[in-house]
């Protein structure tokens, strides 16, 4: 009975946070420099889904325009983004057993931001505006296969070599961006700003291509969501229940960081959304990742767009959305560390 009740509950946090997160994207989109009501929002949506003109009788024509082509593409890519780094970061606590793990845990970041200065250092661009969003990729990418490669043993991948590894590329590429950022000259100020995020100027190509790498990572996720959740009994346990988990942990490992990868090579460098939102949502719904994935990418959707909003459309002039997702996710960092001294101390 216990049980059916706790079903119904999660279930019910579910689409109380999809109902949050529709009434936060409306709102959002209302929001800025031109002030638009939340019914003529749902009215251009509407007339562009259903391609009924009639409904746009009467109305302003900049609102279309605004809505269709400078906003939603925003506020959709940041809210995909949100919702990717916090899947992400869920199963990364998963997998190295650390409540503390995020998507930068393995240098993903640094090696994103590598790839990105290089870009703009050398000044490429055969993609055009994608130039720089594919360097950031390439160089996460590569920095993933560098770290597996520096961690495995035997054919054998352990979680605190993972950590080591990581924390050991991510300073020699943190030295490396110093470099460039030194020979930039004129760059720098280009280069500082890409690390520190932004999702201004987004297009729709940019919504499908993050929402289709995102989706299909969420739906790996669910798919080994057990598995995971045997793994945290221990790698011996787990194998003698039929899960293999040296290959789990490699394609959750290698998911996980594909979907940072593409997520930063969107929106340059945000940190911490990876370590909150999974760490809140497991007081709300539990260990189990078959229930936390989920509200995880609806929180972590929310919390984001929340933030890109107030740095749009809130304050009175635009700020990197990685500067305030760093401001409140620094103090946080801070309290769940001092958290396990403490019950470490009481064990």
Known sequence: MEKKKLRVSVGGQTVLLAVLLCAVILASTGMGYMKIPWLDVIRIIASKVSGHQELLAAMNHIFAYVVVDVRLPRILTAAIVGGGLSIAGAIFQGILLNPLADPYTLGISAGAAFGASIALLLDIGFLGIYSVPFFAFIGAVATLFFVIYLASFGGQVSSNNLILSGIIVAAILSAGISFIKYMADEQVSIIIFWLMGSF??????????????????????????????????????????????????????????????????????????????????????GPDNRKLI??????????????????????????????????IGGPFFCYIFRQRQIAGTMG
């Open 294 to 327: 989920p509200v995880s990418a609806l929180a972590g959707a929310t919390l984001l767009l929340c933030a890109d909003t107030i740095t749009r459309a809130v304050l009175p002039m635009e700020i990197p959305i990685g500067v305030l997702t760093a401001l």
């Open 200 to 285: 201004g100027s987004k297009t729709w190509t940019d919504v499908f291509l993050t929402f289709l790498f995102v989706l299909l990572g969420f739906l790996i996720f669910i798919f080994f969501a057990r598995d995971l959740n045997i793994m945290s009994l221990g790698d011996r346990s787990a194998s003698s229940l039929g899960v293999e988990t040296n290959t789990v942990r490699v394609i959750l490992l290698v998911t996980a960081s594909l979907i940072t990868a593409v997520c930063v090579s969107v929106s340059g460098i945000i940190g911490f959304v990876g370590l909150i939102v999974p760490h809140l949502m497991r007081f709300l719904v």
